[in-house]
């Protein structure tokens, strides 16, 4: 094979690469949905037994209440999801959860904000390095996650 060949074939290689990577990265720049990059997790729970179980969690765990006026009631209704906010160390987690039908519902763990005033959203499964998305769904889980599904679990 000639220099010439190889020259070509590793051009062939990296153009086709280079577009498959462009493609991918311009599907999810336009993926569907207004939350492409959140976490979710399926609740095998009704979403009015879920918002139950996140309203007793932040009863009994009054630190993950989030102190902002903006969220009174900590609690938003939008047209498909339900939005709920949590203080975690600090930092303002963002989820929200929507009925797949009568017994499943979805959790999803879309962003966090670093300061509970200024309400600078970054968005879990992009924003961040992979370590430190790691340990922002592994804090979710431990704090918020696993307490809901506790509660729900009592019933």
Not at 39 to 57: G, M, R
Not at 64 to 89: C, E, G, P, Q
Not at 93 to 101: D, G, L, Q, S, V
Request: a positive charge.
């Amino acid at each position: 094979m000639s220099k010439k060949s190889i020259y070509i074939t590793i051009g062939i290689i990296a153009f086709v690469g280079l577009g498959i990577y462009g493609v991918i990265k311009f599907a999810i720049a336009f993926s569907p949905g207004s939350y492409p990059y959140a976490e979710i997790y399926t609740l095998n729970f009704p979403e009015n037994s879920v918002q139950n179980a996140i309203k007793n969690v932040k009863i009994k765990n009054s630190k993950l209440l989030v102190a902002d006026s903006t969220f009174t009631d900590d609690t938003i209704r939008k047209v498909h999801w339900i939005h709920n906010y949590y203080n975690l160390n600090n930092r303002t987690i963002h989820t929200w959860t929507r009925a797949e039908n009568d017994s499943v519902t979805y959790l999803a763990f879309v962003s966090v904000s670093d300061s509970i005033s200024k309400f600078n959203w970054e968005n879990i499964n992009k924003d961040f390095s992979k370590y430190e998305n790691d340990k922002l769904k592994k804090e979710f889980e431990i704090n918020i996650l696993y307490k809901i599904k506790q509660e729900l679990n009592k019933k």
